[in-house]
């Protein structure tokens, strides 16, 4: 049940932000979410997250994101902790690929929000067999 609960919010987050629907893509986001792992950043909470969002959105920057593998790392029946690897394309081309780690929690309302985000170093994410076979480190 837990690796559904994981697959379909990382459908739902690819979707959304394909269509670009900023609303319904904020919708997945716990307000108290906390990324862990951008160069330059200690940590990016909702509102940071929300205003790249929104800016991506809007000016029509963000072209693809896809999710790839699968890692359970813990699960309880309000929390779904898993590993994956995440593509995010740019309509300019560049690429940004890499494996994530992510922290799913079920809300007060009953939605599976994300309340942690953490980039994996590239190593980390080759032991956990994250990377794609075009992905060379």
């Known amino acids: 049940m837990s690796r559904e609960i994981a697959q379909q919010w990382l459908n ?3 979707d959304t932000a ?3 629907d900023f609303a319904a893509h904020m919708a997945l986001i716990s307000r108290r979410i906390s990324l862990h792992g951008v ?10 997250w929300s205003r790249q969002c929104q800016y991506e959105f809007e000016n029509n920057i963000l072209k693809s994101v896809h ?3 699968f890692k359970l790392v813990a699960a309880t029946d309000k929390a779904v ?3 994956t690897f995440e593509t995010v394309s740019a309509t300019d081309g560049a ?10 929690e079920k809300e007060p309302d009953g939605q599976w ?3 942690q985000q953490r980039i994996l170093p590239n190593d980390e994410a080759a032991h956990d067999q ?3 076979q075009s992905v060379k480190l």
């Open 12 to 14: 739902d987050l690819a």
């Open 130 to 132: 994250l990377l794609p």
């Open 95 to 104: 690429v940004n690929a890499q494996g994530v780690e992510i922290m799913l």
């Open 67 to 69: 999710y790839a593998g």
């Open 113 to 115: 929000r994300m309340v």
């Open 39 to 48: 160069p330059g950043f200690e940590t990016i909470g909702f509102d940071d």
């Open 18 to 20: 394909n269509a670009k």
């Open 81 to 83: 902790m898993f590993k």
